[in-house]
């Protein structure tokens, strides 16, 4: 499986941003993708998850309501919707793949992943 993550780029506080991962190869009836992040110093961060068959959503409490993900099964495809974003959003943000069916705080763990895209790099400028 191979994940690619695109849509990084410079953007203004406040404005918005969409990040895509598109999946190749190997599929899988009952994985779960998610897209993690990681500032300079600092630990990858679980973002958010979703499930392939019920596209069930997961966030962290420090993006719910600002940020959505959602995926196209029939194009292999997830997305990062980000509103409003901050400052403090600007990180390299990853995306990631389990082939296994799993729940909510084990999608959390980055140790569950085991397919990962090469990240995208998110600036944000005041």
């Known amino acids: 499986v191979q994940l690619q993550a695109s849509g990084g780029g410079l953007v203004q506080a406040g404005d918005s941003l969409r990040l895509s991962c598109a999946a190749s190869?190997?599929?899988?009836?009952?994985?779960?993708m998610a897209w993690f992040r990681q500032a300079p110093g600092k630990e990858r961060e679980f973002l958010a998850a979703?499930?392939?068959?019920?596209?069930?959503?997961y966030y962290a409490d420090s993006v719910k309501g600002r940020f959505t993900i959602s995926r196209d099964n029939a194009k292999n495809t997830m997305y990062l919707q980000m509103n409003s974003v901050k400052h403090e959003d600007m990180a390299v943000y990853y995306c990631?793949?389990?082939?296994?069916?799993?729940?909510?705080?084990?999608?959390?763990?980055?140790?569950?992943?085991?397919?990962w895209g090469q990240g995208t790099l998110v600036t944000v400028s005041s």
């Open positions: 190869g190997r599929t899988f009836m009952n994985d779960a």
């Open positions: 990631a793949l389990t082939p296994i069916r799993s729940v909510y705080m084990t999608l959390t763990r980055k140790e569950t992943y085991d397919y």
């Open positions: 979703i499930t392939k068959a019920s596209k069930r959503e």
